[in-house]
């Protein structure tokens, strides 16, 4: 069964609408997860989503360390992020012969988060050696 996934802590597809612009986010229908353990959960009971839209910061501590996200940042968090849910779907996809999604989108309003989002994948892409990612940054700087 295909499906959409959108990752955030408390935005909804439209308000990624209302300030992106983007269609996508009105036209489909979208199961939204809050958090790294449903994310996990949805996709290991519903299987690989044709689109995800990644939000970064998934919970309140997100917010304080956003000038600093480096290696260390992603070490120090007890909540999970929307990177760790990207690292855990790339290694989900590689450990059980799947392919990623068709379609990549990364909402969030933190651009250092979404540029590490962008960064795995692109990596993984690169590793691969697939041409064309299909991943989508979306400025986080338009209102």
Known sequence: MSYN???????MPKDAFDYMHLPVY???EWIVVRNYHAFISLIEG??????????????????????????DYYDIMTE????HCAKWLIDYCIDNNKELPATILIH????AG???????????FKVMNI????????PSSRR
């Open 46 to 71: 519903k299987g690989i989503p044709e689109i995800i839209s990644f939000d970064h910061d998934l919970a309140d501590e997100h917010y304080d360390y956003q000038e600093h996200l480096d290696g």
């Open 26 to 28: 009105i036209q489909k």
């Open 5 to 11: 996934l959108f990752l955030d802590d408390f935005r």
């Open 131 to 138: 041409t064309s990612s299909g991943v989508y940054v979306l």
């Open 80 to 83: 999970k992020t929307g990177y």
């Open 114 to 124: 979404s540029m590490n989002i962008k960064s795995l994948f692109q990596t993984y």
């Open 108 to 111: 969030s309003m933190n651009p």
